[in-house]
């Protein structure tokens, strides 16, 4: 049973464009989450997190928006470039309010493509 | 800055043997994970040290594995009796503790002929 799912395997977008990646959850006890993005080889590479107790989190082109009674957050690249091009992941954690810190959960990821 | 570095890049062995792999994570991070990832999925949670403490397991993790962190800085993750399921890419993530981002090494590819 997934608990974090990201439903779209790829997305295309055009250079420039805003990239909107998304997101959804099903573990309520998930209080803290972040985005990876992983080139071929590599391993993971953090991007951006959010706590439960913020609805938005921003750092230069990446936003992330936590909407928690919907259980969904999204990943906004504005504007989107060539080497945004990678495959994305979600990840939660249930460690904060548990008092430690959990393994992350991650979805299957999204192959984004950045289109000149 | 040095991030998470892992040894082996590569590895390929035959079913049956055992095979050992080691993270070296970002010097001041006292929290280390393994994960294993295969294709078309996302990395999945193996295990996880605070310090030299081997705090939380996953179910993934059977009892031909195991993981060290014999004195709170590099970490060993052991296979044993290797199984053609075990192929993967197995992962190592440090962070500083609570609230804070975990971040990776590039991993070891296991190949089990």
């Known amino acids: 049973d997934q608990q974090v799912k990201q439903n779209s395997p790829s997305l295309s977008v055009q250079e420039g464009r805003i990239s909107i990646l998304n997101c959804d959850y099903t573990?309520?006890?998930?209080?803290?989450f972040l985005w990876y993005k992983k080139y071929p080889a590599e391993g993971p590479t953090f991007l951006i997190s959010?706590?439960?107790?913020?609805d938005k989190n921003e750092d230069g082109r990446f936003t992330v928006f936590l909407n928690k009674s919907a259980k969904h957050l999204s990943l906004h690249i504005v504007p989107s470039q060539p080497g945004d091009s990678a495959v994305y992941f979600c990840?939660?954690?249930?460690?904060?309010?548990?008092?430690?810190?959990?393994?992350?959960?991650f979805g299957k990821g999204t192959h984004l493509i950045i289109q000149p | 800055d040095t991030g998470v570095s892992q040894n082996p890049r590569h590895k390929i062995t035959k079913r049956g043997q055992n095979v050992t792999f080691r993270c070296d994570p970002i010097s001041e991070h006292n929290r280390l994970y393994w994960y294993r990832q295969t294709l078309g999925q996302g990395p999945e949670f193996l295990t996880y040290f605070q310090n030299e403490a081997q705090l939380e397991k996953s179910r993934l993790l059977s009892d031909r594995f195991s993981a060290e962190r014999p004195k709170g800085s590099f970490s060993t993750l052991e296979i044993q009796r290797t199984e053609q399921g075990d192929s993967a890419m197995y992962l190592c993530?440090?962070?500083?503790?609570?609230?804070?981002?975990?971040?990776f090494g590039d991993g070891t590819r296991l190949s089990i002929l």
């Open positions: 959010i706590s439960s107790i913020k």
């Open positions: 993530a440090s962070s500083l503790g609570q609230f804070s981002p975990q971040h």
């Open positions: 990840a939660a954690s249930a460690g904060v309010s548990g008092g430690g810190a959990d393994g992350l959960t």
């Open positions: 573990n309520s006890m998930f209080d803290y």
